[in-house]
């Protein structure tokens, strides 16, 4: 049964500290998202890769996030430094981008608490 | 641009009943039209979808109809149980070109109970 992978589920960190998410997409998905979840703001788009490359990270604050594929199998996101407003559940998602649409299969999610 | 607009919840219903969450869009083309369902601790799963006007999504009793000419997808069930208490999200994927093809956009969400 695939899935995609989130590690790890839960995370606690004191500010200022490096967070770093880590995502494994489904085998032969060519699209990986990742999505911020917060009871105030819903869900958020942060970024978007197609074929690895990055088509859409304009709703991730620049100056301490930053989004990766180092290959086809891992996608990270990480938050340096650390802040208690990045207390969020992060979510990865990936899909196959068809001529019909993405449709998006979502991991468990993170839960980042940053005391 | 694209967007979508769903209901306010929370929804409180009792065993049995209809349940209607309203959902409408805006979106510069003809996109794919998608309910995904967010149980307690876990992560969004599809629950239905349409890829064009007038195609009726089905799943697990649930029921969405894709009319352009009132840009909405509505989710519907006649029966609501209790082990469909979750938070359900309409949400809209873009054919249009360059960065925005195949991206999703999402409702707020509307959270549902149901009571026994």
């Known amino acids: 049964d695939a899935r995609v992978t989130q590690t790890p589920r839960d995370k606690v960190t004191e500010m200022g500290q490096e967070v770093t998410m880590r995502c494994q997409p489904i085998?032969?998905?060519?699209?990986v998202f990742w999505y911020r979840q917060t009871m105030m703001q819903g869900l958020e788009l942060l970024a978007y890769?197609?074929?690895?490359?990055?088509?859409?990270d304009s709703g991730m604050p620049k100056d301490r996030f930053s989004a990766e594929m180092p290959d086809a199998t891992l996608a990270t996101l990480k938050i340096q430094p650390s802040e208690p407003r990045d207390s969020a559940v992060y979510f990865c998602?990936?899909?196959?981008?068809?001529?019909?649409?993405?449709?998006?299969?979502f991991g468990q999610g993170t839960r980042l608490t940053v005391v | 641009g694209n967007s979508v607009t769903q209901m306010e919840g929370p929804v409180t219903l009792s065993e049995e009943a209809f349940l209607t969450i309203n959902c409408t869009y805006t979106?510069?083309?003809?996109?794919?039209l998608f309910w995904y369902v967010q149980y307690p601790g876990e992560g969004l799963q599809l629950l239905l979808k349409?890829?064009?006007?007038?195609d009726k999504g089905s799943n697990k009793g649930f029921e969405a109809t894709y009319r352009k000419e009132t840009t909405s997808f509505h989710l519907e069930k006649g029966s609501v149980q209790v082990s469909d208490s979750a938070v359900y999200f309409c949400?809209?994927?873009?054919?249009?070109?360059?960065?925005?093809?195949?991206?999703?956009?999402f409702g707020r969400g509307t959270q549902l109970t149901v009571w026994p």
């Open positions: 998602a990936s899909g196959a981008q068809r001529r019909d649409g993405t449709e998006a299969f």
């Open positions: 085998l032969g998905h060519n699209t």
């Open positions: 890769f197609r074929n690895r490359a990055p088509l859409d």
């Open positions: 979106a510069t083309g003809y996109p794919s």
């Open positions: 349409a890829t064009k006007a007038d």
């Open positions: 949400a809209l994927s873009d054919h249009g070109r360059g960065s925005t093809l195949g991206r999703l956009y």
